[in-house]
T-cell receptor, first 114, second 114 residues
Framework: KQEVTQIPAALSVPEGENLVLNCSFT??????LQWFRQDPGKGLTSLLL?????REQTSGRLNASLDKSSGRSTLYIAASQPGDSATYLC?????????????FGKGITLSVRP | DGGITQSPKYLFRKEGQNVTLSCEQN?????MYWYRQDPGQGLRLIYY???????QKGDIAEGYSVSREKKESFPLTVTSAQKNPTAFYLC?????????????FGPGTRLTVL
């Protein structure tokens, strides 16, 4: 059974710092991996999707990498801002297909201090 | 604008009542999903549907029921058999027919049992 772990559960950094959020998964046979952002009381917003054949994806100040062999992904946030404060979740999709289910980590709650 | 809508945003239920949560999408996505989110537990899959008139149980289906009569709609009924229904419920969809099968989420429904 796939398990996704995100450690630490919470992180507080000063504004302007570059930071890395980690995600690990136990079964490397994945279809893709997706990073989400969730603000309190809201739904999830997709940040980046990495297909199993890709190594990284970039969007603005965000860069996500994927190392299937080691079961790890990182989300790099450059020059963090208070508006980046939110919970960040990673999820992996089972290899059974494009419509198969995602397995989520519990998320990392990020606080960026002004 | 394309997206996923969930209604109502807040729902209060008395013990012993069944309630139905609405989820509609105009993204023309084949697959739809229902998740439950509890503090400290992350997202857990309740049911998912990969195609109209077909759906599968997720990890915590007991006490819930769904239907998928139309591609756009995937309502979730929380029955009186669900012992602890107070939670944040999230609906999602994916376009499996695309090579870029990103999962999108609705804004969520918060259900409280009185």
């Amino acid at each position: 059974k796939q398990e996704v772990t995100q450690i630490p559960a919470a992180l507080s950094v000063p504004e302007g710092e570059n930071l890395v959020l980690n995600c690990s998964f136990t079964d490397s046979a994945i279809y893709n991996l997706q990073w989400f952002r969730q603000d309190p009381g809201k739904g999830l917003t997709s940040l980046l999707l990495i297909q199993s054949s890709q190594r990284e994806q970039t969007s603005g100040r965000l860069n996500a990498s994927l190392d299937k062999s080691s079961g790890r992904s990182t989300l790099y946030i450059a020059a963090s801002q208070p508006g980046d404060s939110a919970t960040y979740l990673c999820a992996v999709r089972a290899l059974t297909g494009a419509n198969s289910k995602l397995t989520f980590g519990k998320g990392i709650t990020l606080s960026v201090r002004p | 604008d394309g997206g996923i809508t969930q209604s109502p945003k807040y729902l209060f239920r008395k013990e012993g009542q069944n309630v139905t949560l609405s989820c509609e999408q105009n993204l023309n996505h084949d697959a739809m999903y229902w998740y439950r989110q509890d503090p400290g537990q992350g997202l857990r899959l309740i049911y998912y549907s990969q195609i109209v008139n077909d759906f599968q149980k997720g990890d915590i289906a007991e006490g819930y029921s769904v239907s998928r009569e139309k591609k756009e709609s995937f309502p979730l009924t929380v029955t009186s058999a669900q012992k602890n229904p107070t939670a944040f419920y999230l609906c999602a969809s994916t376009n499996g027919g695309s090579s870029y099968n990103e999962q999108f989420f609705g804004p969520g429904t918060r259900l409280t049992v009185l």
